[in-house]
């Protein structure tokens, strides 16, 4: 089992910036594939960012240039430093956790075991 646990949305202005953390525990956290996607009122869960235990990272298009993740193995945590930001990057934002998986996969949800209960994030225009 794993448990996650996020921190960090809140309100910003649109332009502003917001660092989403996402702390891990349980056995073999560290190895995990580890995932943020966002969900919008009335739409589906969709991929914003994904980074593997070796550090290789992928983006969702509409965040790329603006949005960096990154993570700590020794400490089990995973960021999400969010720049830039837009009136539709509202959304409840998720941290997510899965096995070891070929890089194109991590867009998808259904490769994450574990999931956190999600922080809130409003970016006002």
């Known amino acids: 089992q794993v448990q996650l646990v996020e921190s960090g949305g809140g309100l910003v202005q649109a332009g502003g910036s917001l660092r989403l953390s996402c702390a891990a525990s349980?056995?073999?956290?560290?190895?995990?594939?580890m995932g943020w996607f966002r969900q919008a009122p009335g739409k589906e869960r969709d991929f914003v960012a994904g980074?593997?235990?070796?550090?290789?990272?992928y983006y969702a298009d509409s965040v790329k240039g603006r949005f960096t993740i990154s993570r700590d193995n020794a400490k089990n945590t995973v960021a999400l430093q969010m720049n830039s930001l837009r009136p539709e990057d509202t959304a409840v934002y998720y941290c997510?956790?899965?096995?070891?998986?070929?890089?194109?996969?991590?867009?998808?949800?259904?490769?994450?075991?574990?999931w956190g209960q999600g922080t809130q994030v409003t970016v006002s225009s």
């Open positions: 997510a956790a899965g096995s070891p998986m070929a890089g194109p996969r991590v867009r998808y949800t259904d490769q994450y075991a574990y």
């Open positions: 349980g056995r073999s956290s560290s190895t995990y594939v």
């Open positions: 980074i593997n235990w070796g550090g290789s990272t």
